[in-house]
């Protein structure tokens, strides 16, 4: 029996997760923090959302990925796997969404820049953060790797000089919200689920969220915000 993978008409190398380490040799480390700066060895996440992703990949394969989504070629003579009714499809608006992007299509997140529909996704597992952005309109995409826990830091930073000097947009961030004090107390607590929990607190005239991590009967801190 054969077996065919979805990278394959594009001769990515992506490699599929059967284990729960991270591998190392021939891969930079990923860093996560603690009481200390440490090497991330194991994974956030089970094997039950390997349908999710559960693929190692490299910024050569990202861009491969995403030249057959902007040009519906695969560059090699294998046939694509969608039809491109289905590759335009998935960049199409299916709800609006209420966080960071601007709506959810299928499998893409859409996110409106300077008048510019922008399309993407990011990944990660413990010690490393991602995310690849497509410009559909400029026929531009770009894929930022990070090895460590709090890459997207790095990654806002990066992405904000990218569209600005690479696809003339500037990405301005949202004017802040002022709450009264008052009001800010109903947010005030600790949510929790299976993987982590968030304190958030009243200080002065702002929130304070403080997020842990756990895993293997310990925690981990993540810097408040």
Do not use: C
């Not at 190398?13 to 090497?39: C, D, E, H």
């Not at 995409?141 to 826990?149: L, Q, V």
């Not at 600005?164 to 002022?178: E, I, Q, R, S, Y």
Request: hydrophobic letters at 40%; proline letters at 6%; aromatic letters at 10%.
């Amino acid at each position: 029996m054969s077996t065919t993978v979805v990278t394959d008409p594009a001769e990515a190398r992506a490699k599929f997760r059967s284990g729960l380490q991270v591998p190392t040799p021939g891969w930079a480390p990923g860093y996560a923090q603690a009481n200390m700066v440490i090497v991330a060895r194991e994974y956030w996440l089970n094997r039950t959302v390997n349908p999710a992703g559960g693929i190692h990949s490299t910024v050569e394969d990202i861009l491969k990925f995403d030249n057959y989504h902007l040009t519906g070629k695969t560059g090699t003579d294998a046939a694509p796997v969608l039809s491109d009714a289905s590759r335009m499809a998935m960049r199409e608006e299916q709800i609006r969404a209420p966080n960071f992007a601007t709506a959810w299509g299928l499998g893409w997140w859409l996110i409106d820049v300077d008048g510019t529909r922008t399309i993407g996704h990011g990944g990660g597992t413990n010690g490393f953060i991602t995310r690849n952005t497509l410009l559909p309109d400029q026929q531009t995409a770009w894929a930022i790797f990070t090895n460590s826990a709090y890459g997207e830091s790095a990654i806002q930073q990066i992405q904000r000089w990218l569209y600005k000097h690479v696809a003339g947009l500037n990405d301005t961030l949202p004017a802040p919200v002022t709450t009264p004090v008052a009001e800010l107390g109903l947010f005030a607590g600790e949510y929790r689920n299976p993987a982590s929990r968030t304190t958030v607190e009243v200080v002065g005239d702002g929130l304070r969220l403080s997020t842990w991590r756990l895993q293997n009967g310990g925690e981990q801190a993540f810097p408040p915000v």
